[in-house]
C-alpha cells in the first residue's frame, strides 16, 4: 500500500511513500519498547540538552520544513516558518522547566518520609492532524520525551514528509534510534497499535467522532488518552468593545491557517447595537487577506489542505443559505486553473439556531455572525454547542470581560480582547464534545506519567 501526499494547489502527487506492513510496525512496537529501557534512566539534564539541540535544528531546517508544510497542505511560507519557530520554542521550554516539573513533591505525613514521584508510562502512541502537521506533533514530543516516555507517531495521511521529517530533525539532535517513530499506517492499524500490550498510553487531536472511536478503544483497555478535538470557538462582541481593534483580531484568528484550526474563531455573536458596523468592518478587512500560491511571498491564504474537505465545506455555506442565512461575502469555489483545493474567504449573517452554521464546525475560512439582544443572550449563544474549545470575549470593561470568561463561558481556553491560542506555558484543550485532558505546561507534561506514591515508614 502507497501513501501519497498531493499538492492543494493544483492536485499533483508530491511524493510516494510505502505505507509500513504489520510486521514492521510490530517491530517499531518492540524496538520502542527496548529503547524506552534505557530512556527513562537518562538524566533529566541529559534529555534537557536533547531538546535544546531539537531547536536548534529545528531552525536551521525552518525553511525546508516551511516547504513541506506548503507543498503537502497549502500553509503559507511564511506561517510554516511561525509554526517551526513555536515548535522550537516548546522545546526551550520544556528542556528549561521539565525538571523542575518531574522533580519529587514532598507531603508531609507520620511517615518518615513520603512524596509524590513521576514517573514515565512508556510508549505513546500520538494520532495527529495534518493542519499544524509539525506544533501539533512537538506540543506531545517536548514533555513526552522529557519525562522519559517513548513516542509513536501516526500522521495524517496527507502530509507524510512532514511526518518523517521530525523523526529526522530528532534523529540529527541526537535523540537515541527508536525513542521517537513515524509509522505510514492507516486509522485501521492504528486501532492495532492501540491495542498492542506494550503500548500504554494514546493521545488524539482530530474530530470529535475520531476521539468518540479512540476513547471508547482506549478506555476498554483501560489505557490513558488525552482528546484534543473539534471546536467551534465563540466570539463576543460586546457594545462597548473597540470594534476596529476586535475585528482585525476576529479577522486574523478566523482566517488563521486558512481557517482550518480547531481554535480558529467561527462563531462571531455580536450585540445588536454594534452589529452592523462591526460587519461592516469586518467584512472590509476579511476582502483584503491576499489568496494565493503559498509559495508566494505576498500570500496570507493559501488553499485549504484537500479537495475533498473543500468541497465539503461548500456544502456546508450553502445549506447555511437554504436555511435562511445570508452570504455577504465569497461564499465560492474561485475559477483558478489546476485541480484546486482554494475556498474564497466567506461571511455568513444571521445565522440562528436550527442552521448547520449554529451547531456544526465550519473547519474552513467561513465566519459565522449571530446577534445577540443582551450580554446574558451572548452568552447562552456562546455556551449552546457541543463543543467547548476556545471562546474569546471583547470589551473596554476588562473586569467584566475578565468575570464572564471565568465563570459564565464553557471552554478550555478563555480570552479577553485576544484571540485563542496555544502556548507552552499553559495548560491548553477542551471540555464537552471537544475532548479531554491536557497538553502544555505542567498539567500537559504530567498527563502521560505515573504519578507515584512512595511512602516510608
Not at 507524510?160 to 537515541?176: N, Q, S, T, Y
Not at 494565493?292 to 445549506?319: C, F, I, W, Y
Request: with cysteine.
Amino acid at each position: 500500500m502507497s501513501i501519497q501526499s498531493i499538492n492543494p494547489v493544483n492536485g499533483q502527487v508530491v511524493k510516494s511513500y510505502t505505507a509500513h506492513s504489520e510486521h514492521e510496525v510490530s517491530k517499531k512496537i518492540a524496538q520502542a519498547h527496548l529503547a524506552w529501557k534505557h530512556w527513562r534512566q537518562v538524566p533529566l539534564d541529559e534529555k534537557a540538552a536533547l531538546l535544546m539541540n531539537t531547536a536548534a535544528v529545528l531552525r536551521v531546517r525552518k525553511d525546508a520544513l516551511a516547504m513541506t508544510m506548503a507543498l503537502e497542505m497549502g500553509k503559507p511560507l511564511k506561517d510554516g516558518v511561525a509554526e517551526v519557530e513555536k515548535c522550537a520554542a516548546v522545546c526551550e521550554y520544556y528542556a528549561q522547566n521539565g525538571i523542575a516539573y518531574m522533580a519529587d513533591e514532598a507531603v508531609h505525613t507520620e511517615a518518615r518520609k513520603s512524596y509524590i514521584s513521576y514517573q514515565p508510562l512508556g510508549i505513546v502512541l500520538a494520532v495527529m492532524p495534518w493542519n499544524f502537521p509539525l506544533w501539533q506533533v512537538f506540543r506531545f514530543v517536548a514533555p513526552g520525551l522529557m519525562a522519559g516516555n517513548c513516542g509513536l507517531l501516526k500522521h495524517a495521511s496527507n502530509v507524510p514528509g512532514c511526518a518523517l521529517a521530525i523523526e529526522e530533525v530528532l534523529l540529527e539532535a541526537g535523540f537515541p534510534e527508536h525513542v521517537f517513530q513515524t509509522l505510514l499506517i492507516n486509522s485501521k492499524a492504528a486501532g492495532k497499535v492501540i491495542e498492542h500490550p506494550l503500548v500504554r498510553a494514546v493521545t488524539l487531536t482530530g474530530s470529535t467522532e475520531a476521539g468518540r472511536q479512540v476513547a471508547a478503544q482506549a478506555a476498554g483497555l483501560l489505557k490513558k488518552s488525552v482528546l484534543e478535538l473539534g471546536g467551534s470557538d465563540p466570539y463576543l462582541i460586546l457594545e462597548d468593545a473597540d470594534l476596529e481593534a476586535a475585528a482585525e483580531i476576529c479577522v486574523q484568528s478566523r482566517l488563521i491557517n486558512n481557517g482550518q484550526s480547531c481554535i480558529a474563531a467561527k462563531r462571531f455573536i455580536l450585540q445588536k447595537g454594534i452589529a452592523g458596523e462591526f460587519t461592516e468592518i469586518f467584512r472590509a478587512k476579511m476582502t483584503a487577506r491576499i489568496t494565493g500560491d503559498p509559495l508566494a511571498e505576498a500570500t496570507q491564504l493559501g488553499p485549504m489542505a484537500r479537495k475533498d474537505l473543500r468541497d465539503e465545506l461548500h456544502t456546508q455555506v450553502q445549506s447555511n443559505i437554504q436555511a435562511g442565512a445570508k452570504c455577504i461575502l465569497g461564499g465560492e469555489i474561485p475559477d483558478y486553473s489546476g485541480d484546486h483545493a482554494f475556498y474564497t474567504p466567506t461571511i455568513l449573517t444571521g445565522v440562528r439556531k436550527g442552521m448547520p452554521a449554529y451547531s456544526e464546525e465550519l473547519f474552513g475560512p467561513v465566519a459565522s455572525i449571530m446577534e445577540a439582544s443582551s450580554i446574558a443572550e451572548a452568552v447562552d449563544i456562546a455556551n449552546d454547542t457541543q463543543f467547548g474549545l476556545g471562546a474569546a470575549i471583547f470589551s473596554r470593561d476588562v473586569e467584566k470581560a475578565e468575570q464572564i470568561a471565568r465563570t459564565q463561558l464553557e471552554a478550555g481556553s478563555c480570552f479577553v480582547n485576544s484571540f485563542v491560542k496555544s502556548d507552552p506555558r499553559l495548560p491548553f484543550g477542551g471540555i464537552k464534545g471537544s475532548g479531554y485532558g491536557r497538553e502544555l505546561g505542567l498539567v500537559g507534561m504530567h498527563e502521560f506519567v505515573n504519578i507515584k506514591t512512595v511512602y516510608v515508614a
